[in-house]
């Protein structure tokens, strides 16, 4: 069997994989393939891997994802298992070219076909690489295990390169598993961490589902603490619990709810450890939710400044002709000219009449402008109505040419219907009965299967696992206080004598 890391570093992880593997079979011999940048580290794993007997010419220095001096070092190769540690929050700027012309001129054939992250966290991209390494399932497969922070989960909108990255995995039914682990596991950060397992040999029973394992109590606090390191995960050894052969239990019998009794830290505690989703359960649609536009139209002095500030309204004084010259000074003083009793137009309303009515304001309008002798063009009209209008919800509903309603940009809203939810069922029982005039925007469609609403994921794992606790009772809380209090006081008085 093969095993790679496309993050190798030292290769710590790449030697205990291959020690744990020969301890499950004395006689395995697997081959280590692994990759890194930085040049120290990848010297140190190269002599390791000498000393232990492995070719060095599987152990490659460079950019896995590429820089445009160095990229994949194993381009034609496929791997039975893989893991990695990429780096968190790390910017992948050094990448951006290569990797952005990879997905553009690729797609699907390259590494990087479903969706971008965002600049400022590159450790999707490392798991799209690993996921184009997968063996066929007819060739047995392969099984990758990756250490996130916690933005993987979640971070991204709906159509996102984020959120597209996760459909990609879990539609194509590759998410079996998601460990969530200890905080003050890692000696350079203190977060929490998640190990994903994703692979295209899924059992039976785990397909279409994704197991979610909650690991955050499997802790026992280190004697000394190495950097940020003041946790660890108990391996059954100098009298510590076994959290890792119990972990590895919960996983094996796949159980929803699992609930038992954690050791954490000298404490035991009992909790459900173990929740099983469908695939489905992650997704939703986004869906745009509009109401009408209402206006009332008063011409106040606030809104004639509004109007004169407006760039249609000052473009009316500007020539395009050569500046200096006798023909543009001319269209000028014709452009202010017009300024001038556009707003003597618009003041002959008064600023205490009120239109509740579009339609009834620009009637009125336009009679204006005829009897007045003025030629309002589209611009203008525009800026009459913006500096004018004003939202109420008393006032009658704006409407198209065709009679639809007009939407209201600033009452713009969406909801986040489960995929497993009709949005217009959803529609029905959750907006319109708040919102009576609200409609769904069904010209927001998904790009890949073409229905209303933007398809997202996400695995909101610590709304999966949420235990309420109850605050104090009230009488507690105010006895301790006065204990303060007394205790305060008597510190004072020792003070002032």
């Known amino acids: 069997s093969t095993i790679y890391d496309p993050t190798c570093g030292t290769g710590g992880m790449l030697a205990t994989a291959e020690e744990y593997l020969k301890e499950l079979n004395p006689d395995a011999r697997p081959e280590i393939f692994g990759q890194d940048y930085n040049p120290e580290s990848y010297a140190i794993c190269g002599s390791d891997m000498l000393i232990k007997g492995h070719s060095i010419e599987h152990i490659v220095f460079g950019d896995t994802l590429g820089d445009g001096q160095t990229g994949?070092?194993?381009?034609?190769?496929?791997?039975?298992?893989?893991?990695?540690n990429p780096p968190f929050g790390v910017k992948w700027e050094a990448e951006k070219e290569v990797v952005t012309r990879e997905h553009e001129e690729l797609g699907f054939d390259g590494r990087f076909g479903p969706g971008l992250p965002r600049i400022n966290d590159g450790s999707f991209l490392f798991l799209l690489h690993m996921i184009s390494k997968m063996k066929p399932p007819k060739q047995g497969g392969s099984r990758i295990a990756i250490v996130f922070n916690g933005s993987p989960l979640f971070t991204g909108d709906a159509g996102s390169g984020e959120s597209n990255i996760r459909r990609w995995i879990i539609e194509n039914d590759?998410?079996?598993a998601i460990i969530a682990l200890p905080d003050q596991l890692f000696y350079n950060t203190g977060i929490h961490t998640y190990v994903w397992i994703v692979t295209n040999r899924k059992a039976p029973e785990r397909k279409g589902k994704v197991q979610l394992i909650d690991a955050r109590n499997f802790f026992v606090k280190?004697?000394?603490?190495?950097?940020?390191k003041r946790n660890e995960i108990g391996d059954g050894r100098d009298g510590k619990p076994d959290h890792i052969a119990e972990l590895t239990r919960i996983y094996g019998e796949f159980q929803h709810d699992d609930r038992r009794q954690v050791q954490c830290n000298g404490d035991v505690r009992e909790q459900i450890v173990s929740k099983i989703f469908d695939n489905e359960d992650f997704g939703y649609r986004k869906i745009t939710i509009e109401r009408p536009l209402r206006l009332r139209f008063q011409a106040t002095p606030e809104a004639i400044e509004t109007l004169r500030a407006t760039r249609p309204f000052q473009n009316l004084a500007k020539s395009r002709k050569r500046a200096g010259t006798k023909a543009a000074q001319a269209?000028?003083?014709?452009?202010?000219?017009?300024?001038?009793?556009?707003v003597s137009l618009i003041e002959s309303f008064g600023p205490d009449r009120v239109w509740m009515d579009r339609d009834a304001f620009l009637a009125d309008l336009a009679a204006a402008a005829k009897?007045?002798?003025?030629k309002l063009n589209a611009p203008i009209k525009k800026a009459i109505l913006s500096a004018l209008g004003q939202q109420d919800e008393e006032a009658a509903v704006c409407r198209d040419k065709d009679g639809n309603p007009e939407p209201d940009p600033a009452l713009r809203d969406y909801e986040y219907v489960p995929l497993k939810d009709d949005i217009?069922?959803?529609?029905?029982r959750e907006v319109k009965p708040h919102v009576p005039d609200a409609w769904i925007d069904e010209s927001k469609r998904d790009d890949q299967d073409g229905q209303v609403g933007i398809v997202g994921y996400e695995i909101p794992f610590n709304r999966y696992f949420y235990v309420y606790q109850p605050p104090r009772p009230l009488e507690e809380i105010e006895a301790e206080i006065a204990k303060l209090e007394k205790e305060i006081v008597a510190e004072l008085r020792e003070v002032l004598g």
Request: charged share 35%; aromatic share 16%; hydrophobic share 35%.
């Open 72 to 84: 994949d070092g194993f381009p034609q190769e496929k791997f039975d298992y893989m893991l990695a």
């Open 174 to 176: 590759w998410l079996e």
């Open 222 to 228: 280190m004697r000394k603490s190495l950097g940020n």
């Open 331 to 342: 269209e000028e003083q014709a452009g202010r000219r017009q300024q001038e009793a556009i």
């Open 371 to 374: 009897k007045a002798g003025l």
């Open 424 to 428: 217009y069922e959803y529609f029905e």
